[in-house]
């Protein structure tokens, strides 16, 4: 997440019952511009940007006992605001950018936690970024 004083390092997690935020333990690298995928329970916080890069480091956060995770091994290609998902164990990464809306990415890979290895998938057709993915009906 992005402040003021730029990329944020702080977690928070939302409560509806309560209508409340709370703080979580912080992520090790301050980052603004990533996205998420949820496997096993875990939290998988891919990419973005800090206030001098793009990132591709991929950090984990277990919400169950509030701790992060090793770090995993980061992406091929760094892609802040792209988008990603979740298919099957697999998170997919696809589109971002390198520095500006000149440098979008066609790129498309995916993780796979259990050997911990990133794989060139498909790329897109046309670059994009500050896009979005979902999975649908799986």
């Known amino acids: 997440a992005w402040t003021d004083d730029g990329p944020c390092w702080r977690r ?5 019952q309560a209508d409340t935020w709370t703080p979580k333990a912080p992520f090790p690298t301050a980052r603004g511009a990533l996205a998420t995928g949820v496997l096993d329970g875990k939290i998988y916080a891919v990419g973005g940007r800090d206030t001098r890069k793009s990132l591709n480091s991929v950090e984990v956060y277990g919400p169950a006992n509030d701790s992060l995770g090793n770090f995993r091994r980061p992406a091929n290609h760094p892609g802040p605001l ?23 990415l066609a790129v498309t890979e995916n993780y796979g936690p259990n050997l911990n290895r990133w794989t060139l998938a498909e790329p897109l057709p046309i670059a994009r970024s500050g896009i979005g993915a979902a999975t649908l009906l799986g």
């Open 82 to 104: 792209g988008g990603r998902c979740v298919v099957g164990d697999r998170i997919y990464a696809t589109g971002g950018r390198l520095t500006s809306y000149a440098r979008n």
């Open 12 to 16: 928070m997690a939302y409560g509806p």
